[in-house]
Structure formats: C-alpha cells, structure tokens
C-alpha cells in the first residue's frame, strides 16, 4: 500500500512553468507506476502523464506532449510534473496515482479505473 501527497499546485500567468510534486509514503515505492491525472471543473478526470518504474517509460496526452515532462526519483520516493507553456486549458486539480507492476517497467495505462492509490490533489490556475 502507498499514501500519496500533491505540491506544487498554484495561479499562473499563460506561458509560465510549474513543477508539481508527488511524494509517496509505504514500501516498494519503486514498484509502483505512477500517472498524473486532472479534473476541470465540471469534467471527468483526464489522463495526463505515466511513468513506468524505472523511469525509461513514459506515457503522455497529446496536448500535453513536448509541454510537459514527468520524471521520478525512487530513492526519494517522489514524481515529479514539469509543466511548462501553460495554457488557461491546463487549468485543473491534478492528481497522482500510483499502481503496483512489479513485473514490468512498461506498464503505464492511461485508464484512472487502472490505477489502485490517488493523492487529494493539487490546483493548478493558468491565467490569459
């Protein structure tokens, strides 16, 4: 079992950058997928980034893709979201989540019914 808490959240202007933050506590963390996730307000939840394991694979939305960049470090238990020329759609409550695979690096689904642990989220406000 893994507990997961967001950071990082906050109000920019469009263009700007942030770096969301998803720390996990419990065992074997590096046996874990983890994907970031977003709900607008009044919208389901939308995937957005995964990272397999090892950290060599990865799985992104498109319109996220070259904007965005999700890299881990298990040694500090900690996934991280670069966000980067951000857009007023980007405004959202993100969210990570966490899946045991520890018999592959690869999987990294884009389905939030796959994945088991959610931290509470973090809001991200993008302004024009």
């Known amino acids: 079992q893994v507990q997961l808490v967001e950071s990082g959240g906050g109000l920019v202007q469009a263009g700007d950058s942030l770096r969301l933050s998803c720390v996990a506590s419990?065992?074997?963390?590096?046996?874990?997928?983890v994907g970031w996730f977003r709900q607008a307000q009044g919208k389901e939840h939308e995937f957005v980034a995964a990272?397999?394991?090892?950290?060599?694979?990865?799985n992104y939305e498109d319109s996220v893709k070259g904007r965005f960049t999700i890299s881990r470090d298990n040694a500090r238990n900690t996934v991280l979201l670069q966000m980067s020329h951000l857009k007023p759609d980007d405004t959202a409550v993100y969210y990570c989540?966490?899946?045991?695979?520890?018999?592959?690096?690869?999987?990294?689904?884009?389905?939030?019914?796959?994945?088991?642990?959610w931290g509470q989220g973090t809001q991200v406000t993008v302004s024009s």
């Open positions: 989540a966490a899946l045991f695979t520890p018999f592959s690096d690869a999987v990294v689904p884009t389905q939030n019914y796959a994945y088991r642990y």
């Open positions: 419990g065992r074997a963390f590096s046996t874990y997928t």
């Open positions: 990272i397999g394991w090892s950290g060599n694979i990865t």
